[in-house]
Each structure stands twice: as C-alpha cells, then as structure tokens.
C-alpha cells in the first residue's frame, strides 16, 4: 500500500490502494469532470523560502516516499535533554544558515521542496488527526463556478441525449462513458478478484460495444443494470440507498448521471478506507519518517529552519530575563558568574508560548504541521481563562450565598460556555457576552436564594458583581492575570513530568471549576509537544548547542556527536 499522493490534475488528494482512485475531474472518457473535493490538511500551510510564503503546488509522485516509509522504523528520540547531548552536534546536515550568503532557488528545488512538505504535512494529517477523511464537496449553486459546472454539464448531457434518440442512436460518447466505467470499477477491486475483474472486462468490452453499435444492437439498459448490480458489490453500505435510488431511474441519460455521481462517492468511500488502513502503519513509523522529510525540506531549502531558531532564540532571552529579574531581587546573588540555562527549560518555555501566540504571524518551521491544533488549544484555554475568572469573581463576592448550592460551578459554565462561543473572532464583542452571564448568574443566585427562603441580593451588590466580570476584558486584569498565570503553571508541570508519567500534576487554586477541561486540553496539548520533541530532538539539539554553548570546540562536539 502506497503512501497517498496528490495528483496535480485534480482538485483532491488521491489514493492508490493497489488499483489507482484517481481525483476528482481526472477522466479518460468524455464526460466532464466531477468536482468531488477534499479537506487538504496541507493546502493552508506554506513554505517559508527565503522569507516568502509560497503556496504549494501539486506537484509529485510519492512511490519512492512508500517505498523509504516502508524501510523505516519506529524509532523514538529522547525529549530529555542534557548539557552533553547539546554540545553535540546531533544533525549531520547544517540546521542554522542564518550566516549563509543567500541561496537561488531553482523551479526544481522549489517543486522538491514542496514535494516533500506535502507528504510531510499529510501523512502527520492522517497519522495523528482521527477524524481526517476525505469529503465530497461541489461547488456552491450560486457560485460562478458552481453556475459554470452546471451549464457545462447540462449541455454535455443533453447532447448525449440527443444522440441516442438520432436514428440510428449515435453510440461513440455513450461508449466512452462505458469505458470510463469500466476503469473505475477496476480501480475498485483488490489485487487478487479475478473473476469480477475478467467479469467486468468481458461485458464492459468496449471494442465489442463499438461493434454492437455498429449493428445498432447495444442493450444500454442491460449495461447500465450490470453495472448497478456490480456497484452494489463494491459499494460501503452507506451507499446501499443510493443503489435503490439507481434502481429506479428509469431514463437513460439521467441514470448514466446519477451512475457516474455515485461512483464518485464511491470513490471518496475507498479513498477514506485507504486512510484508515495506513493509519496504523503510519503511526507506527511516524517519528522517523516526518524526521527524514524534514531533512529532504532542510536539503532542499537551507533556511528552514530560521523562524524555528528565532523561536528558540526568543525564549533562551525570556529565561535570560527571568533569571536577571531574579538576580537583582535576590541581594546576595553573585551578578558576576554566568547564568545556567536547561535547555529542556528553554524547548517547554517555548512550547508555553505557542498557547499565546498570534497566529497572523508564521508559526516555526517544525510545527507547522500542528498549527491548527495550536490554535485550537489556544482558543479553548482563553475560553476556560473566562470561566475560571468568572467563577473565581463570584465565588468572592457571592460565595456565601452560594455556599450550600452543590452544583453551581457546573450552571456556571452552562451559562458562560454558550454565550462564550465564538469568542476568538474578531466581530465577537466579548464585554456584551460578559454583561449578559453577569445578569444571568445574577439572576441564578437570586433565584437559589428565594427558594431557600433566603433575601436576594442588593442592587449594589448585584452592580457589583456584574461589574467585576464585565471588567474581564480589560487589559492587566488582576484577576485575569492571576488565573493566566495559574494555567500556565499547570501546563508547566504537565510538560515537565516525565514521558511515562500518565497521572496529571495538581491543579492550582481557582481553577477547580475548569479541572475536567484543563486535563483534556493538557493531555492534547502534552502529546502534541512530546511527539514534536520526538521527532525534531535532533534539529532543537543542533540549535540550542549554538545558541547557548558557541564556546565548545567543533571537534569535541563532532567526537561527542560520533560516540552517541
């Protein structure tokens, strides 16, 4: 089984599991192409080269990239880091041009580079994202292509029409549709199925066809319910009521339509078995695999690696800072002696700082691979940012009244959750959703208070606590900041237990109402991270070395290099 490819005459990623699933709109025969699409995991990522972000091209053909993944094996680098493993330069192949002259990209180098990041970004798409499939998508009917399609389509297919009521029936497109039915219920069948495959070729005979034309004696509605019958064989069971519907059409020209609209489907069907079947398999040998294409993109595009260093260089000067702030409160503290920094310490710090970033800016090189999920995690953890201010604001101001109430932290995010979503874009004006759950939790204490016969609060009181939420929103909130900051100690430890360690640190004060969400997200979050140490250990190791230990002599380094 081959790792998939996308095909450059095609909208949609293919497939080729042992027969070829070729894309959308690739056709051989005479009828339009369809326009069955995809979710491409790779069409929003660029190639950073020479400070340009350059769109991919479809370009490629991968059998050499199965036939590497097959040979490899799983393989994992140690996330651990010491001062010794960075005095060592760990990747044979230099990681760090930012002192190199510039370097002329030819077209080629261009097509390789991003040869090699398509199967890169799409085989870590497949291996660690479950849910990815592959969809049938059409154009929107309003749209000018979706207007173009249809005007297209429907002139072909009344042409074709057209033909078969001459007299005599004129044969040749019809025949051609046949071949080209023939050729994807072939693709179809597994290596092995050779009766249904001589099958198929005997009565999808297309010089046997043409010859019947020529004594007008062609049966197309016995063709047409051969072929439904074998495509109620081949098909998913999600496609048996598309079959009946097949059935029972009874015009020609709209059944042969509607054939060619479920193969289709079919197609996506087999497409997406594929993926499930390589999964595992992929997996398997993710770490070694994602590593050595990223070293063919390194090969291919020198500078590769600069925004990854920048990275890295921006957090070794946080730690700096950090330590220097230390220094200066610390009246005892010898200024003179150079401060040590763990470049474990440094790799976690900017990992924390992926949960903050602004993604208008291009993410390093390394993750990009994980940017979506990044993001992801980001929006959810400012989400559970509110809802922990919220909680910890009226737990302070109403906590008495709400005491004896069991299950209010878990109204309070039915409240909040709801009026919360969408808060990441832009048109969300989040001082209004804050305004609406401070009079909603108004609304639940005093509703709680009634019917234990207990007095509501005041309208100060009430003011009050709307007016703390809704002052959320300001920039160095206090309490904003404090439960930011508690977050991110959380994540802090989580990043530093040990990779076998599967129970979870302890959760910090305030954030007891979110606890369930922060270990979900966490544990995303901390897999994310350990699998990018994993596979990029070496290339973080090349960097950190130069970064924060320039002094240590290049022959040691190499003699380090050769003994690990």
């Known amino acids: 089984m081959g790792v998939p490819e996308e095909d450059t005459n095609s909208p949609g990623w293919v497939f080729k599991p042992g027969g070829a699933v070729r894309g959308p709109g690739e056709r051989r025969g005479g009828r339009p192409g369809g326009t069955a699409g995809s979710d491409r995991p790779g069409s929003r990522l660029l190639l950073q080269l020479k400070g340009i972000r350059m769109p991919l091209n479809d370009d490629q053909n991968s059998d050499s990239d199965s036939s590497r993944l097959s040979e490899s094996t799983a393989a994992s680098s140690d996330s651990e880091y010491s001062r010794q493993s960075f005095n060592s330069d760990s990747s ?43 969809k049938h998508e059409d154009f929107p009917q309003n749209s000018f292509a979706g207007t173009v399609k249809q005007i297209v389509h429907k002139a072909f297919w009344d042409h074709l029409e057209s033909e078969l009521n001459e007299d005599p029936p004129e044969y040749e497109h ?48 016995g063709l047409a319910n051969y072929i439904i019958n074998t495509m109620a064989k081949l098909c998913a069971p999600v496609r048996d009521n598309d079959i009946k519907q097949l059935k029972a059409t009874d015009n020609i020209v709209e059944l042969l339509r509607q054939i060619f609209h479920v193969l289709d489907l079919m197609k996506v069907d087999m497409a997406n078995y594929t993926i499930k079947s390589l999964r595992p398999y992929l997996w398997h040998n993710l770490v070694d695999y994602e590593r050595t294409k990223f070293q063919e993109i390194l090969e291919e595009t020198p500078s590769a690696l600069n925004l990854t260093t920048e990275w890295i260089k921006e957090s070794i000067e946080d730690e700096l800072s950090s330590i ?37 800016k291009t993410i390093p090189e390394t993750l990009i691979t994980d940017e979506v999920r990044l993001q992801e995690l980001r929006e959810k953890l400012n989400q559970l940012k509110i809802i922990a201010c919220i909680s910890l604001i009226t737990n302070n101001m109403v906590g008495a009244a709400i005491v004896d109430v069991p299950d209010f932290a878990d109204q309070l995010k039915r409240i909040s959750v709801p009026l919360l979503e969408g808060m990441n874009k832009k048109s969300f004006d989040l ?3 804050l305004n609406a759950i401070g009079v909603q939790i108004c609304s639940k204490v005093n509703k709680s208070l009634t019917e234990r016969g207990l007095p509501t609060l005041s309208e100060e009181m009430q003011s009050n606590l709307m007016g703390q939420i809704a002052h959320i929103v300001e920039k160095n909130n206090p309490v904003c900041s404090l439960i930011d900051k508690r977050i991110q100690l959380f994540l802090r430890s989580l990043l530093a237990l040990p990779g076998v360690q599967k129970c979870m640190p302890t959760m910090p004060g305030g954030l007891s109402v979110i606890q369930a969400e922060m ?28 970064l924060l230990f320039p002094e240590a002599p290049i022959e040691k380094a190499e003699a380090e290099t050769a003994g690990n």
Not at 100 to 124: C, G, Q, Y
Not at 205 to 214: H, M, P, S
Not at 331 to 351: E, F, M, Q, R
């Open 324 to 360: 220097s702030d230390e220094s200066s409160s610390s009246p005892g503290a010898d200024s003179s002696s150079k401060p040590i920094i763990s470049p474990t310490l440094v790799l976690n710090n900017g990992y924390l700082k992926l949960l903050q970033w602004d993604y208008c």
């Open 174 to 221: 019809a025949i051609k549709l046949f071949e080209e039915i023939k050729e994807i219920l072939l693709s179809f069948l597994t290596p092995g199925a050779n009766r249904i495959h001589n099958q198929i070729c005997e009565v999808l005979d297309t010089d046997l066809i043409r010859q019947q034309a020529e004594h007008n004696a062609v049966d197309i509605p």
């Open 519 to 546: 270990e979900f997200v966490g544990s995303q979050y901390a897999s994310i991270v350990n699998f990018n140490k994993k596979v990029y250990g070496p290339f973080y190791a090349n960097i950190l070395r130069k």
């Open 431 to 433: 001082k209004e959703a």
């Open 92 to 134: 044979s192949k230099p990681s760090s041009p930012a002192s190199s002259p510039p370097k002329v990209i030819t077209f080629d180098e261009l097509m390789a580079a991003t040869r090699n990041l398509s199967n890169w970004t799409l085989a870590h798409e497949i291996a660690v994202n479950a849910n990815f499939c592959i």
